[in-house]
């Protein structure tokens, strides 16, 4: 047991070294479906201001308690410009069951659908939850993997600095 936790935290050190946590992202052209069917892109995010983007599966628990967190959040920053988005990765049979779940959740925050995974792959992400917070430079100011309770303070704390230095 002890052996699997060093082998887990030593792969969790390595991808998150081994992905730039500083790149600007504003001139890239990364564009979302929305669940609604509407699209939007990231140029057009960031014009609002930060961008908390989040990278979700039904089937993955603790993706959807941080969802839970950052709907306050968006609720909390919204009316300084910030907004939430988090890119559901199912396969396209599980569609409906990520709009149900938003449905059902009315989540005040975006929503977007990637099955096939392009923008998952551009932004280099490995695991579920991954989430990370642009400036309005489109640079990555913030990136962490996974969730654990408590999480959410450092997620609202990164914003509140984002905004303080704007």
Known sequence: MYRLLIT???ILLLLSVSFPKEKNYRSQNIEFDL?????????????EGPLVLQFWATWCAPCKKEMFYLDKIQKKFKNKG??????NTDKIKSI???????????????????PSLSV?????????????????D????????GYISGDELEIEKNVEVILSNS
């Open 8 to 10: 887990s935290s030593f």
């Open 35 to 47: 669940h609604n069917g509407k699209k939007i892109n990231l140029t057009d995010l960031l014009d």
């Open 82 to 87: 910030v907004n939430v988005l988090c890119v």
């Open 96 to 114: 409906p069951k990520a709009k149900a779940f938003i449905k059902q959740k009315r989540y005040d925050m975006l929503v977007a659908l990637d």
């Open 120 to 136: 998952y792959r551009k932004l280099s992400i490995a695991l579920m939850p991954t989430l990370m917070i642009f400036d309005k």
């Open 138 to 145: 489109g640079n990555i100011v913030f990136r962490k993997e």
